[in-house]
């Protein structure tokens, strides 16, 4: 079939063949990792993450693409998991915002619309890095956008599109070292390219029979509802407050301006702020303050800087929008707090103590079960609390939850940055809410994750070269902070011949082991005697974490 | 001028030398135990360490036996204040804080009920010190350089009544299990739950309880920790001793604290000494204590 112009119906079809052709060949982008070990499943991940949107859109009567559009992003939205999943969702919502509005499209629109994508999916990284499924993406919409003009069908588009992708997929490999190493080419960039093979086999006349996973999506939870602050309301419980302001060297010494004094300012009499987040990095504050006054604090914080972006919202709105009345009910049921912790862990033993130490949710998932936005949405209507700390615990994991934050109107959601479970225990042994400062909380939370070094010992499933390491396949390989360290057949001295990797760990003082699932009881003694040889001066603890993946999850302090 | 007698009581923690130099008495309390034999000990709380020396009572502790502390009993209070009053003498008793002993009330009701009647001619001063040990044994300190300087008791008492809440304490523990067992820390459990290798500082608050304000890692991090806390809250370094008091800890960690305190404040100098029988019993061994005159102890922890 040859499309001139791309309306709703088609384009779902489109979307939901490109969504099938990468259900048909996810595995194999699994596979496609760095280091030897089963994490990261981009494949899977992104399956997931595109058949919520198709999901979304399956018994969508509308024959708008804007419509239809707007359906599909917001599933892919919720069900975005994997930081590959994050990025495909930001992608469409970009082509989607793009497409708003039109009844149908003609190539040229079509390609406008995948530039917004572009925009949109690099906006939505902190550090965009080349080489990866923005590149692959950001190219061949680049490329396709030039050789198509007011007379070039859907097809030619998408053709253009497909045969760039695969030539900067095959590029990536000499844009990132590590995949050059590891000898593979980049697995998100990979699956993005299924889900456009997908679309031009269906232009081709080809429907692919695959079967979908049909997880759907919750309903909407971003519209507002206004009815919940009407002419005759008092205001009660403030505005959420929230912006970014750029530091002024006209205005304030930047390098040495301390945050403190915007914390302080907040606590002024005429503001009274409260649930107060003031960060710097750099020369850059990012505030967040519940206050009846926004107007004042907005005046105030000029004395320092200029803002990048100012949000303010009526709380008695955020409260109603993101809550059911049926939640609400279940709402009441749970003791209010002003604070509460949601982490994500797998293995038994580590969810236990985790809940232990005081956090109130456990998100389940790991290396190989990533969660979704959605799955951190859940949680966070579950808690009753003003305020909700996140545990990502998980490189690839941080964005969802990341994304999830910026969804969830109901609390001021903020995500840690910690990316392992070591880092977390270490974190949350240090747990002091005493001080009913979010900001100096936080703080200590950083602190502790700043202090502890991470490794990790599991098998390798396949043999390989990775950071220096050479990797034989079912050698117990080592990773220092997310890097390569050893690979050892010996799995009885496997912990202290990784510690010996840790260049400060003379100064180190506790270390924490967390067993995994089906470790021997000779295993763990012949580790912990090995390590008390070496290191006479480390306390050393244990925990059966029962995770699975890793044998061992070590916090070294 | 009355001649009056300076009293502490067994958590003040001043040496022998200390208390007959500056001519301190002690009101003793007791400790006692059962040991593993099921054989039941008291002993008086005695400073000068002749019944059982420091090693050996703290070993008694790590063998995981619990010490039991009890307060000033009236037959300690009829002996050590009898034979002041006898001899003419008033009693400026510097007392354990009330946060951790009734010794100072049972003073006090013995004093309305007998001694002011058998002695109407004498006085008594109690100071409710706050605080133990050498924040105790600093004040009892300050109260002989005053009597040397000529001072009454009444002078003495307003100033130490001013300046209590400046005797500083920030104390680490080795371990949780003496304070656990002896249930006298007053912290929220959860706070620390059982989690290894984390250390509370232990401040002295305005209550006069052991309150735990902070959680450090490790041996070294909580020491480290104590100096940037000394360092936050000291006055006037130059004139002045920092006590560190140990119960029978490692030497090196007693070595690092103090090379650590050199190195960032400048006291006139530093004495380290044992920690008392009473306080160790309940902090337990290892257990660093550092005593310092400092800025007003504002922090109130929780509340009974």
Redesign the interface.
């Known amino acids: 079939m040859v499309l001139k112009k791309l309306n709703g119906e088609q384009f779902a079809a489109l979307i939901e063949n490109g969504a099938k052709n990468l259900r048909a060949n996810y595995q194999e982008v699994d596979e496609l990792n760095v280091f030897p070990v089963p994490d990261g499943d981009t494949g899977t991940n992104m399956s997931r993450t595109i058949e919520g949107g198709t999901q979304a859109i399956k018994d969508c009567k509308e024959l708008s693409i804007g419509l239809v559009g707007k359906e599909l992003s917001r599933g892919m939205l919720m069900s975005a998991r994997g930081n590959s999943g994050v990025i495909l969702s930001q992608i469409f919502r970009g082509i989607c915002k793009g497409l708003s509005e039109k009844e149908s499209v003609n190539a040229v629109e079509l390609g406008e619309a995948f530039k917004i994508g572009i925009k949109q999916a690099y906006g939505a990284v902190v550090t965009p890095v080349e080489g990866t499924i923005l590149t692959v993406f950001r190219e061949a919409t680049e490329v396709a956008c030039k050789q198509i003009d007011e007379n070039s069908t859907i097809n030619e588009f998408f053709e253009a599109h497909l045969k760039q992708a695969l030539v900067t997929l095959k590029h990536t490999k000499e844009l990132l070292p590590v995949l050059k190493e590891a000898d593979v080419i980049d697995s998100g960039g990979c699956g993005y390219v299924y889900i456009v093979k997908g679309i031009v086999k269906y232009l081709d006349g080809e429907k692919i029979e695959q079967e979908l996973s049909s997880v759907r999506a919750s309903e909407q939870i971003d519209t507002v509802d206004c009815s919940a602050f009407t002419s005759d309301d008092v205001l009660k419980f403030g505005y959420c407050t929230e912006f970014i302001l750029r530091l002024q060297n006209s205005k304030v010494n930047v390098v040495n301006f301390n945050v403190q004094t915007i914390i302080d300012d907040l606590n002024e009499e005429d503001i009274k702020g409260d649930s107060i987040v003031a960060l710097k990095d750099e020369d850059v504050v990012k505030v967040h303050v519940h206050t009846k006054e926004p107007g004042l604090v907005l005046h105030k914080m000029r004395d320092y800087g200029e803002f990048l972006t100012i949000k303010v919202e009526n709380m008695a709105l955020q409260h109603n929008e993101a809550m059911s009345e049926e939640e609400k009910e279940s709402e009441l049921q749970m003791k209010h707090k002003k604070y509460a912790i949601v982490a994500v862990a797998q293995g038994k033993g580590i969810s236990d103590q985790f809940k232990?130490?005081?956090v109130d949710y456990i998100v389940s998932g790991n290396q190989t079960m990533n969660p979704s936005t959605e799955d951190f949405i859940k949680a966070f209507k579950k808690i009753n609390a003003d305020n909700i700390i996140v545990f990502p615990n998980n490189k690839n994991i941080v964005m969802a939850a990341q994304q999830a934050s910026k969804l969830y109107k109901g609390a001021n959601v903020v995500v840690v940055n910690c990316v392992s479970i070591p880092q977390c225990y270490?974190a949350l042994?240090?747990l002091?809410l005493?001080s009913d400062d979010l900001t100096l909380i936080l703080g200590n939370f950083n602190e502790?994750i700043r202090?502890v070094v991470s490794a990790e010992i599991t098998v390798a499933i396949r043999s390989t070269k990775a950071q220096g390491v050479t990797i034989h396949k079912g050698d117990h390989i080592g990773i220092v902070d997310g890097k390569m360290a050893i690979s050892s057949s010996f799995k009885n001295k496997i912990v202290v011949d990784l510690l010996k990797k840790i260049p400060d760990i003379q100064?180190?003082?506790?270390l924490?082991l967390i067993y995994g699932d089906g470790i021997t009881e000779e295993e763990k003694i012949k580790n912990v005697q090995a390590i008390e040889a070496k290191y006479p001066n480390l306390?050393i603890?244990a925990i059966d974490g029962g995770q699975n993946v890793y044998k061992y999850l070590i916090a070294v302090? | 001028m009355n001649k009056f007698a300076i009293i502490g009581d067994s958590t003040c923690d001043l040496t022998t030398e200390m208390r007959k130099e500056r001519n301190i008495d002690y009101a003793q309390m007791l400790v006692s135990w059962t040991d593993k034999e099921k054989k039941f000990h008291e002993i008086p709380a005695d400073l000068d360490w002749k019944i059982v020396g420091p090693k050996e009572y703290y070993n008694i502790l790590r063998d995981g036996i619990r010490i039991i502390t009890s307060q000033v009993t009236e037959q300690e209070f009829d002996k050590v204040f009898r034979h002041h009053l006898a001899a003419g003498e008033d009693i400026l008793y510097v007392a354990c804080s009330s946060g951790l002993s009734a010794s100072l009330k049972l003073a006090q009701r013995l004093w309305n009920e007998k001694y002011s009647k058998e002695y109407p001619e004498r006085k008594l001063i109690i100071i409710d010190s706050l605080i133990s040990c050498m924040g105790q044994g600093s004040m009892l300190l300050r109260a002989a350089d005053m009597r040397d300087e000529g001072k009454s008791m009444e002078e003495i008492a307003a100033e130490l009544e001013k300046t209590k809440l400046c005797y500083n304490q920030v104390a680490v523990v080795e371990s949780l299990d003496c304070l656990r067992r002896a249930g006298r820390v007053k912290a929220?459990k959860?706070?620390f739950?059982?989690?290894?290798?984390?250390k509370p500082i232990l401040i002295s608050d305005r209550a006069g309880q052991n309150h735990a304000i902070?959680?450090a890692?490790?041996?070294?991090?909580s020491i480290l920790r104590c100096v940037e806390m000394i360092h936050e809250a000291v006055v006037n370094p130059e004139s002045q001793i920092c006590y560190v008091l140990h119960a029978d800890a490692k030497q090196e960690d007693v070595d690092l604290m103090v090379s650590k305190i050199k190195k960032s404040v400048p006291f006139k100098e530093i004495k380290v000494m044992t920690l008392g029988p009473i306080i160790g019993a309940t902090a337990g061994p290892g257990t660093l204590a550092i005593y310092f005159y400092g800025k007003e102890v504002m922090i109130s922890g929780e509340q009974e």
């Not at chain 1, 100064?507 to 506790?510: A, C, I, M, R, S």
């Not at chain 2, 890692?217 to 991090?221: C, M, P, S």
């Open positions: 232990e130490f005081g270490s042994t240090m002091d005493s502790a202090h100064d180190k003082e506790v924490t306390e603890g302090e | 929220a959860a706070f739950g059982n989690i290894f290798g984390v902070e959680k890692k490790g041996r070294r991090g």
